[in-house]
């Protein structure tokens, strides 16, 4: 199992970013793919997850209504659309992938599988 995040970079306060991350080795039917992010000295924070089987979206209130999760099953890929990007969005990026049990989970304890991290910087 693999999974590869990809898109972070530098960019202005008020702009957008794409991040995507590529997962590999299975299939993921009954799984959930979360993003999560950690800023320098902060705990790993819950930014918002998706369903691979339903459309099915989850997002932590400090970003709804600015990112956007989505997916291409095809491609094996989850995306995360930042808008309205904040100097606080500043953090590592992290994918990870855990099964789906009814409900969606903020907890990082409860992903299996993770991706390497991207950095997104943001600049007033």
């Known amino acids: 199992v693999q999974l590869q995040a990809s898109g972070g970079g530098l960019v202005q306060a008020g702009n957008s970013l794409r991040l995507a991350c590529a997962a590999s080795?299975?299939?993921?039917?009954?799984?959930?793919m979360a993003w999560f992010r950690q800023a320098p000295r902060k705990e790993r924070e819950f930014v918002g997850a998706?369903?691979?089987?339903?459309?099915?979206?989850y997002y932590a209130d400090s970003v709804k209504g600015r990112f956007t999760i989505s997916r291409d099953n095809a491609k094996n890929t989850v995306y995360l659309q930042m808008n309205s990007l904040k100097p606080e969005d500043t953090a590592v990026y992290y994918c990870?992938?855990?099964?789906?049990?009814?409900?969606?989970?903020?907890?990082?304890?409860?992903?299996?599988?993770w991706g390497q991290g991207t950095l997104v910087t943001v600049s007033s």
């Open positions: 080795g299975r299939t993921w039917n009954r799984y959930v």
């Open positions: 990870a992938v855990g099964v789906y049990s009814g409900s969606f989970h903020i907890s990082p304890n409860v992903y299996n599988y």
């Open positions: 998706i369903r691979w089987s339903a459309d099915s979206t």
